[in-house]
Each structure stands twice: as C-alpha cells, then as structure tokens.
C-alpha cells in the first residue's frame, strides 16, 4: 500500500517551453502532495505543499507563477514548470500522506522522481 | 534554528560489517524522526517513523532508535544491497505551524 507514482519519469525540453509533471497515488487519496527539488547529491528542498481543492503554499523563494501547481483530485497533483530554463533542470520529486488530513501529516511516501533537462 | 545534521556524510563498509548512522537534530517541538532510504535516480523509500525518544523500530538488518537529541539507524550484517543514501528528516511543529527539515543524508556503500 501507500504507492505514488510519477509520470514522466525522464524528460528532456528546449528552453521557453513548458513542462508538466503528474503525480498519482494510486491506492490511497491525499488531501495534501508534496512537491521536491532535489540537485546532485544534495537533500529534498521542498518546493510547495498541494492542498486539494485549493491553492497550493509555496516555500519561500519558490516562483509560484513560474511553477504552477494544481491538485484538482485526491489522488492526483501536477507541477508545470512553465517556460523552462537550463537552471531549472533538475530531479523533481513528489510525496503524499497517506493518512493525514488536510495540514497535517505524518510519514510521506514518495513517487519514482522526474527527471527534468532543459537544454 | 531548526537544524537536522547526518553523519558521517559517507561511509563505507565491508560486507558484515555493522555500523550506525547519526541524525542529530534541534527543533521545536519535534512530532517525529523519519528515516527514508534513497537508491540513485529514485524517490526517498520509507524505512521507520519514530516518535519519541526511547522508542525503537526493526526491519530486517536495520533498526532505528531516538534519543531527545538523536537518532541512529543500526546496519547489522549489511549487504550489498544496503548501499544507498540514507536519509532522516525531523517534523517540527511551532503553533500552527508544521515543518519537516531534511538532513543532507549519509551515503552508504557495502562491499562484498
């Protein structure tokens, strides 16, 4: 149980064009997604939390018209990297909870990860 | 500041080689430790969730236990198959507010 999944798991897109990740729990429903940049051998910098049905609450120092967020189902976030640049190449990651409410949670599952290059 | 700090950053080991891995933390009001392990090119796995300080949790060669300032995930007899990235995170809550903060991770390598 608590499986999330990610889709794509590689992509590669020129530069100015724009990019959308999707992540899915796929037995479980997540009130709340997590969405995470990781660089090389570095940890998870946490980008945004998706709240379902609502706006999603960005970290400080994360463009949020830059990346767009909506999480329009329980079991179902998507993070648009809109007018992509090399710098934004990275491993881009996605967790829920599977038990927790709505600003709460406890252990996260992740998804596979997406890895992004923008050339 | 609330702060989670790995160590050591690597670490090697032979195959039956047991060994521990360090997470100190200082945070306010911590609401749990967690343990992920992360393979290269993958998303975090979740190892162990504890609580509070004293409590221990098992799985097979590896076990985890936290102290009010740390905890340790013990590798009994590690495998090849252990090496990976091993990482803890520390949510912490002030008021309303929830935060879970990363360590950088400790890399692990097991050779047979």
């Known amino acids: 149980g608590a499986v999330v999944s990610q889709h794509p798991s590689r992509v590669i897109c020129k530069s100015g064009t724009s990019v959308k990740i999707e992540c899915r729990s796929l037995?479980?429903?997540?009130?709340?997604m997590f969405w995470y940049r990781q660089f090389p051998k570095q940890s998870l910098m946490l980008m945004a939390t998706s709240n379902e049905g609502s706006k999603a609450t960005y970290e400080q120092g994360v463009e949020k018209d830059k990346f767009l967020i909506n999480h329009a189902s329980l079991t179902l976030s998507t993070l648009t990297v809109t007018s992509a640049h090399p710098e934004d190449s990275s491993f881009y990651i996605c967790s829920a909870d599977p038990r927790g409410k709505r600003g709460s949670y406890n252990e996260q599952f992740f998804g596979p990860g997406t890895r992004l290059t923008v050339l | 500041e609330d702060q989670v700090t790995q160590s050591p950053e690597a670490l090697r080991l032979q195959e039956g080689e047991s060994s521990s891995l360090n997470c100190s933390y200082t945070?306010?009001?911590?609401?749990?430790l967690f343990w992920y392990r992360q393979d290269p090119g993958k998303g975090p796995e979740f190892l162990f969730t504890l609580y509070s300080a004293g409590e221990e949790k098992e799985k097979e060669r590896l076990k985890a236990t936290l102290t009010k300032k740390e905890s340790f995930l013990h590798i009994t007899a590690p495998k090849p198959e252990d090496s990976a990235t091993y990482l803890c995170?520390?949510?912490?809550?002030?008021?309303?507010?929830?935060?879970?903060?990363w360590g950088l991770g400790t890399s692990l390598a097991v050779n047979p």
């Open positions: 995170a520390a949510l912490s809550e002030a008021g309303n507010n929830r935060k879970l903060i």
């Open positions: 037995d479980f429903q997540a009130t709340t």
């Open positions: 945070v306010s009001g911590l609401r749990g």
